[in-house]
């Protein structure tokens, strides 16, 4: 736990760093209505005052959690911040259709999007030490400014305590701003089906638990599988007794697109093919077991690598799993 004088200490010092690279300028807000986003939004407001800042978001259609919008337009109205919403689905789809790449979807899709509609002005993001441009080090780059790039989630957490905000829960955790498609883990090639599984499932899922009144802390469907089939990974913790079990699987029993699923509650072991790049590239496997897939997942696992023969595959695919605890 951070004391107050330490986090105060920290507020006045990006306060007045923002005050001094942002100065006389109107500057924009890459908003998603989660934790970072939102203190950036706090910060930059305590700076320069709400006149000088629009906040822009952008939507995934269905792979957006169906309340997401409106609780990024319930943020952005405590705040009192313009707010403007710009279409990204189909670029999102032009960007996985050849493997996962969350990177590059929020270079491409995301931040890229808003840094077209900003035009001249600064972009401010969220990103800290919890994500890879964060590891990089490097503030303010290609008229993006990352005011939070040395703070760590607690650190964050701290500030919005400090300031009382409300972060509200969009997807599975009200820390992340609950992009679907973050769990589909093969390539985007069907939309319509290897898409909707991912869509559907997710939004099936977190409204089972919640329903149940579960207060889970991870709740997600993994769709992993050769294209030809989706199997869904089923992620719930604290693990959900049996009548909760009972009512997931009926749910998820109508999902046509969903051929087979599985609750997970033992160590699984992961069969991934990667293209040759990430195969051969140690670091890149390291970051995608430890901090790309297991945080995501309910119960330990393992990754058995297969080098693949797709050159279609930019990335990596997850075509199989199995059981062993």
Not at 83 to 95: A, F, N, P, W
Not at 115 to 135: I, M
Not at 140 to 159: H, Q
Not at 200 to 207: D, G, H, I, T, Y
Request: hydrophobic letters at 40%; proline letters at 3%.
């Amino acid at each position: 736990m951070i004391n107050s004088l330490c986090i105060e200490e920290k507020i006045n010092y990006i306060i007045e760093e923002i005050k001094t690279i942002c100065y006389g300028r109107n500057i924009v807000i890459a908003f998603s209505g989660g934790l970072d986003s939102t203190v950036v939004s706090k910060l930059a407001i305590q700076a320069m005052g709400s006149e000088k800042i629009e906040a822009i978001s952008v939507n995934f259609g269905d792979y957006s959690y169906r309340r997401g919008l409106n609780n990024i337009q319930i943020i952005a109205n405590d705040l009192g911040l313009k707010l403007k919403t710009l279409s990204g689905k189909h670029i999102q789809e032009k960007v996985l259709r050849k493997g996962p790449a969350c990177n590059q979807c929020t270079k491409t899709a995301k931040l890229g999007l808003v840094k077209e509609k900003a035009g001249n002005r600064l972009v401010l993001t969220g990103s800290n030490q919890s994500d890879t441009w964060g590891k990089m080090g490097v503030k303010l780059c290609d008229g993006f400014y990352a005011p939070l790039m040395t703070m760590s989630k607690v650190e964050i957490n701290g500030i919005a305590r400090y300031f009382n905000l409300n972060i509200l829960k969009i997807g599975e955790n009200k820390f992340r701003e609950g992009c679907k498609l973050k769990h589909l883990l093969k390539p985007l090639a069907a939309p319509h089906y290897h898409g909707q599984a991912a869509a559907l499932a997710n939004e099936v899922l977190l409204r089972t638990v919640e329903d149940a009144h579960h207060h889970s802390i991870l709740a997600n469907i993994k769709i992993i599988g050769p294209l030809r089939k989706n199997i869904g990974l089923v992620n719930v913790l604290p693990l959900p007794d049996r009548k909760l079990k009972n009512e997931i699987s009926n749910n998820l029993e109508k999902i046509k697109t969903l051929e087979k699923f599985d609750i997970l509650e033992k160590p699984i072991k992961l069969i991934i093919k990667a293209n040759k790049g990430q195969f051969n590239h140690q670091h890149s496997r390291y970051w995608l077991e430890k901090g790309r897939l297991q945080p995501d997942f309910s119960v330990p696992i393992r990754i058995e690598w297969l080098l693949t023969t797709n050159k279609n595959l930019s990335t990596f695919q997850v075509v199989d799993y199995e059981i062993i605890g």
